[in-house]
């Protein structure tokens, strides 16, 4: 680990990871069901800590009524394995956020197709750049060979 680091990426310049076997990403809005979202919200905090508990029913709806932005969950032959976001798109760009893998599923790539469906959602909906922060240097290599800089 190192300090935290600012990447950004225009659309000119994404450079999307292949796709992979058997992963499919799914779009969760606002309006997703309570299952889909909570699964959501599992999947992103258990990648950033094995040991979270579970999200409560109460802060998944709290989590839904502030929600601003688009979420997705990254399914690999049916199994969530890894979830991310990027929030309200302003002026001509967004912040991807929370994007993370669980750690059994790491090194696979599916990291970065998840970040090449998040940061294409956010081109296809009018923003122009996507940013996002990391003080991981192996996700900052993932991110750069994207075409974040």
Known sequence: ????????????????APPLAGLVIEIVT???NLATLLENLDLN?????PDAPATSGEEAEAFRRNMSGVGFTARLN?????????????????ELVGITTLVPYRGRGIG????????????????ESVYLSTDNTVAQ????R????
Do not use: N
Request: charged fraction near 15%; include cysteine.
């Open 30 to 32: 606002a309006q997703a």
């Open 112 to 127: 970065a197709a998840l970040t090449t469906a998040i940061a294409q959602h956010a081109f296809a909906h009018g923003a």
């Open 45 to 49: 905090a258990r990648g950033f800590d």
């Open 1 to 16: 680990m190192s300090g935290e680091v600012k990447l950004v990426c225009a659309a000119r310049d994404l450079m999307p």
């Open 141 to 144: 290599r993932v991110y750069e």
């Open 78 to 94: 049916g199994i969530g394995v890894a979830a991310g976001m990027h929030l309200e798109i302003r002026d001509g760009t967004t």
């Open 146 to 149: 994207l075409g974040f800089s």
